[in-house]
């Protein structure tokens, strides 16, 4: 298991990690007040160690006039699913850009799952040869724009496409409490 970066014991204190931004933390992170700690602290941990910095450096090279593709990979190997029912992890891609996906014990590669690989396979070697990912027949990937919190995401059934950012109330209140002195220490 990896070191947590965030550990509370309690909400109280989760929260109040996030200083004079609490109230957007909650609001962000838990707006019903039902969401355990566990789950808190998991997807905070996530936010500040990947996603967050991710969209900062995306954002730092898109506002100096770079292209930059920001894209999330939610799609799981149809035969994982039961296993990872919080979705794809950290490099979960990464088989299927390579095309080094496995059966798995009892089960095949699904149409579905090759087809995603194919598609990712093709939008990794377009990005390789011209240094943008699009090509013909596939989803049309937009450049990273800051103003428009936009993430490129390979979704859960199957397609690809540009949909508003899920996390960017999340994102937001975490790179407000970083931003503050706290990015090393959080």
């Keep these: 298991m990896r070191p947590r ?19 957007q933390a909650k609001a962000a992170y ?7 700690l566990a789950t808190l602290v998991t997807r905070a941990n996530d936010d500040f160690g990947q996603a967050e910095p991710a969209r900062f450096a995306a954002n ?25 029912r ?27 799952d090759r087809a995603i690989s194919r598609m990712a396979q093709s939008y990794w070697d377009n990005f390789a040869k011209t240094g943008d ?24 059934d199957g397609t690809a496409g540009a949909i508003p950012d899920s996390r960017k109330a999340r994102l937001d209140v975490m790179q407000l409490a970083t931003d503050s002195g706290k990015r090393a220490d959080f």
Excluded: C
């Excluded at 509370?8 to 990690?17: G, H, N």
């Excluded at 090509?135 to 995401?153: E, S």
């Design 60 to 84: 730092a090279f898109a506002v100096n006039g770079s292209p930059v593709y920001r894209y999330r990979f939610s799609y799981v190997q149809i035969a994982m699913r039961e296993r990872m």
């Design 5 to 23: 970066r965030i550990r509370a014991t309690t909400k109280e204190q989760f929260f109040a990690r996030f200083g004079q931004w609490s109230a």
């Design 133 to 156: 990912p699009n090509g013909a027949g596939l989803p049309a990937w937009p450049r990273h724009d800051p103003g428009k919190d936009l993430i490129f995401d390979f979704h859960p």
């Design 86 to 112: 919080t979705g794809a992890p950290h490099g979960g891609e990464i088989a299927f850009v390579f095309g080094t996906l496995a059966d798995r014990p009892g089960s095949a590669l699904s149409p579905e």
């Design 30 to 36: 838990d707006p019903d007040g039902t969401t355990d």
